[in-house]
């Protein structure tokens, strides 16, 4: 896939994948008010080509295509280049939705939906996906760099490495991650875990259990038997980092 160098003030290109041609329409012409640049492809094939043409800041994909589903589109755009997707799923299928998110999506959205929530989603999704520039001048000092475990996480840069190998992470396992190194030893329930690193109040909690299970396949040394990611019954997870080993007795 092509790599393209971007001014960084440039409008974000939006690649829009649905073969409902209203849908896409609608989707599109809210993204195009919104300030975004959009492409449009009614199937995966043609999402592929179009995403390898001109690469994408974010694809909003459609989860029921003709011919290539959007589960092998994700797969495949995701293979190429982190890409942020967000899925769009209809009501009630929780199996292809949490599909969905173990092959790399991003974030979700369910049929029927709001044109307008579509680009809240599209706007959080991206402002997280952005590494921090210099010319940002942020009011606040950038934020330490995150260090336990042989895990390193800069938010800044929005890299984050085990033992100096480089995590593949999507915007939502980064974040997650950068939020268990920040507390410690504490344990967070799933809705404590949405409101705080996904941005939601409400919303389908098994978003979280699939992350967590992601997220520990990417830093867990035997992710079967987790050592840093813990399950705590009854309330979530907690982030144990070890401490230093003891010295031998002599």
Avoid at 181 to 188: E, K, Q, S, T
Wanted: with cysteine.
């Amino acid at each position: 896939m092509e790599q393209q160098q971007r001014n960084p003030q440039a409008a974000a290109r939006v690649l829009v994948v649905d073969d409902d041609p209203t849908v896409a329409e609608i989707v599109s012409g809210y993204l195009d008010r919104a300030g975004y640049v959009v492409d449009r492809a009614g199937d995966g094939p043609d999402a592929l080509a179009r995403a390898a043409a001109h690469r994408p800041d974010l694809v909003v994909l459609d989860l029921m295509l003709p011919g290539m589903d959007g589960l092998e589109v994700c797969r495949r755009i995701r293979g190429e280049a982190p890409v942020p997707v967000i899925m769009l799923t209809a009501r009630g299928d929780e199996d292809d939705r949490i599909l969905g998110l173990e092959v790399g999506a991003d974030d979700y959205v369910t049929k029927p939906f709001s044109p307008r929530e579509l680009v809240l989603r599209v706007q959080s999704v991206l402002r997280r996906a952005r590494p921090a520039r210099a010319d940002d001048a942020p009011a606040d000092p950038p934020p330490d760099t995150l260090h336990a475990a042989g895990l390193r996480v800069d938010p800044a840069a929005r890299r984050a490495t085990k033992n100096g190998v480089e995590l593949a992470l999507t915007i939502r396992e980064f974040d997650l991650l950068a939020f268990f190194l920040r507390h410690p030893g504490r344990a967070f329930g799933r809705e404590d875990l949405m409101r705080e690193v996904w941005g939601w109040d409400f919303g389908d909690l098994s978003t979280v259990t699939v992350h967590v299970r992601r997220l520990r396949g990417k830093v867990e040394d035997d992710p079967g038997r987790p050592r840093l990611i813990q399950t705590v019954w009854g309330v979530g997870y907690r982030f144990d980092a070890p401490g230093p080993a003891a010295e031998p007795e002599v």
